[in-house]
């Protein structure tokens, strides 16, 4: 069973940084594609952004693009989102999930992904 912990969100001004972490535990963590999901209130979980198992290719929601950084240390079971020049759209609970599965097409919906965090709430005022 693997178990995720997210991290690091909080309050940020608009225009500010903050960097999500999620710790896993479990073995095998370098075989996982992780990604990260955020839903704001109201709204359904969108798609964030995702690593392949090895770190070597990512991708991401055109909404974050350019923004968002997708990181992973397989050593540390950790993968982090570096986030840059937040907007208050980027509000919402931020979640990290793992799957057991080829980095495809596939890993922009969150029915493709088999274990999940609890999330890390982030807020941006204007």
């Known amino acids: 069973q693997v178990q995720l912990v997210e991290s690091g969100g909080g309050l940020v001004q608009a225009g500010g940084s903050l960097r999500l972490s999620c710790a896993a535990s479990?073995?095998?963590?370098?075989?996982?594609?992780m990604g990260w999901f955020r839903q704001a209130p109201g709204k359904e979980r969108e798609f964030v952004a995702a690593?392949?198992?090895?770190?070597?290719?990512?991708y991401y929601a055109d909404s974050v693009k350019g923004r968002f950084t997708i990181s992973r240390d397989n050593a540390k079971n950790t993968v982090y989102l570096q986030m840059n020049n937040l907007k208050p759209e980027d509000t919402a609970v931020y979640s990290c999930?793992?799957?057991?599965?080829?980095?495809?097409?596939?890993?922009?919906?969150?029915?493709?992904?088999?274990?999940w965090g609890q999330g890390t709430p982030v807020t941006v005022s204007s």
């Open positions: 690593s392949s198992w090895g770190g070597g290719s990512t």
């Open positions: 479990g073995r095998a963590f370098s075989s996982y594609v």
């Open positions: 999930a793992a799957r057991a599965g080829v980095f495809d097409g596939t890993t922009i919906y969150e029915s493709a992904y088999d274990y």
